[in-house]
Structure formats: structure tokens, C-alpha cells
């Protein structure tokens, strides 16, 4: 996978550099968060189900909300789902393909670091 510039977005090669290279970074410290969090020494979508679905108790280990109702339930397990597909998406087919080149243009590629954001910003503030 590679982060190739799309026509009119101004950036150089350097910026472009920098921020493909900081999104395995972000996907890094997502897993390593989740680590953190729970103690939990999985990797990948197993990680995410142990750490954010709900368990034998019926809560998840570590919690976006306070799983109160149907709602924010629901929110939980969507966001274990985001989690997984950005894994799917973006870090799998690189770490395990490398022959894999599927170009991501600028917009795509700072949408994905605005959501990493918004996921790093969610666990910082998990229970």
C-alpha cells in the first residue's frame, strides 16, 4: 500500500512522507492502547473482541460509554467493528502482503488519520 498525492492538494513529498508514514504508527498505538488498557496480549480482531465486545459478564473490559442502554451498547460494538476494519483495511494488507500496492490519495489519507484521532480520543478516555 502506498499514499500516493492526489492533483491540487498542494502538499510536498516530504508532508506526504510524514503522514503516510505515521499511519502504522497511529494503528500501533491503537493495539498498544488497547494492551494497556486491559492487560491483554492479543493482536488484531482477536484483541479488539476480547478487550472492547462484551464478555462472559456481559460488559466489555474496557468501556467507550457506560453500556447503560441499547445505544451506547450498540456504539460499543460498532466501535470495536471500526477499529477491526481500519485493521483490515489499512494495516493488514501492508504488513502482511507487501506486494500489495494500492495507491491512497491525500483526502483519503487524512480522513484516516481524522478517525485515528477520534479513536485514540475515545480510548484515552475509555473506563
Known sequence: MHYAGSVGTGWSEAERARAASSVPGALSVVTFSMRLLSGEQLDGARLVDAVLMPGAAGVPRVAINTGVTATERDEQKGFASLIKGLGSMYRNPAAHDPRLDRPVGDE?????????SMVHRRLDAAR
Not at 108 to 116: G, K, N, P, S
Request: hydrophobic share 55%.
Open 108 to 116: 483519503e489519507l487524512l480522513e484516516l488519520l481524522t478517525t485515528l
